[in-house]
């Protein structure tokens, strides 16, 4: 079970009540589905719209238009298709499972969140907290995001078979952790507050780690996260300027590897394959595994800080919509 939580997720229960699906004109005389309540196996012939504070669930249900769920609002929808994009605003909520969204998701600042399950979008963009109070999340699962990833804030999760088919950039997050999945461009996860983690997943393209304050792990064997294997990058890969660790563990690398100015400084295992070999300041593998045998209250505090992320994704996802719900 992943062992980064989502802490703030409440475990709350509740029941969607009523179904109504309104139609209303805007200002252009065109058509809008206003959803509050539950809809079926229905198609909506123009944009959709989730009104503020209001909480929209849809199964099996076809939007040929595009989707903007207002702020405070939450959409939930399950075996549906969206032919446009669909847009949050600040304080909601969209969680998309066995969905398809041709067009792009973006979530506001301040947007409370996005999870994908089984689900296919085009670019996926969470844009900066700036002064909201609110931190957003994107958890994405057996997903493929046909485009890039953009995400400038929160909780950040690709597992269990997701695919980005282009590049995966993040900047600011809380953390940003890849396991068992793919990306077939590059990726850049920059100043996270708590780190990363990639686990068991291939990159194509170079990768770029810097400044990020909670630590980088490449692979198993490292304090942040558990995991089982470790993964294969397709270039060079950079991790520069990180405080809190850094591990490389059963990790091949087509490429070459660069660890410089992190505190304390990398732990490069000798079981990596590094075509490129390694530049920069590294602990040798021998000192790596001593320091693991020897130096038990750091591994009870890696424990620790682990253990305040225990809770899945898609539990804690779960928990959140019933919880908004």
């Avoid at 939007?63 to 405070?72: E, F, K, Q, R, S």
């Avoid at 990020?212 to 996260?225: C, I, K, S």
Wanted: proline share 2%; with cysteine; glycine share 14%.
């Amino acid at each position: 079970m992943p062992r980064r939580t989502v802490v703030k997720l409440a475990t709350v229960t509740a029941v969607v009540a009523g179904s109504v699906l309104a139609v209303a004109p805007t200002a252009h005389a065109d058509l809008v589905t206003h959803c509050i309540g539950t809809g079926g196996a229905v198609t909506v012939p123009n944009d959709l719209l989730v009104p503020a504070g209001k909480s929209c669930s849809l199964t099996g249900t076809t939007i040929t238009g595009n989707v903007t769920v207002a702020a405070g609002g939450n959409l939930v929808v399950t075996g549906g298709r969206v032919s446009g994009e669909v847009r949050v605003a600040a304080d909601g909520y969209l969680d998309a499972t066995d969905t398809s969204v041709d067009g792009q998701v973006v979530l506001a600042a301040g947007g409370y969140g996005i999870f994908l399950k089984d689900a296919q979008t085009g670019t996926v963009t969470v844009r900066p907290k700036g002064s909201a109070t609110i931190d957003s999340f994107l958890f994405a699962e057996e997903s493929t995001i046909a485009g890039h990833v953009n995400v400038s804030a929160g909780e950040v999760r690709l597992d269990r078979g997701t695919q980005v088919q282009r590049n995966l950039s993040s900047t600011g997050t809380y953390y940003t952790d890849v396991h068992d999945s793919f990306v077939d461009g590059t990726l850049s996860v920059l100043n996270s507050a708590t780190g990363s983690v990639v686990c068991g997943s291939a990159v194509r393209g170079r990768a770029t780690f810097a400044g990020n304050l909670g630590g980088v792990q490449l692979g198993p064997n490292g304090v942040l996260d558990s995991c089982a294997s470790g993964g294969y990058w397709g270039a060079d890969v950079s991790i520069t300027s990180t405080t809190g660790g850094v591990t490389v563990d059963d990790t091949i690398i087509n490429g070459q590897l660069t660890v410089t100015s992190n505190n304390p400084v990398a732990q490069v295992a000798a079981n990596n394959r590094i075509r490129g070999g390694v530049t920069g300041d590294q602990a040798t593998a021998t000192a790596n595994r001593a320091a693991r045998v020897v130096n038990p209250d750091r591994e009870e505090a890696g424990e620790q800080r682990a253990d305040l992320r225990r809770t899945s994704a898609e539990q804690a996802a779960s928990a959140a919509g019933a919880a908004r719900l």
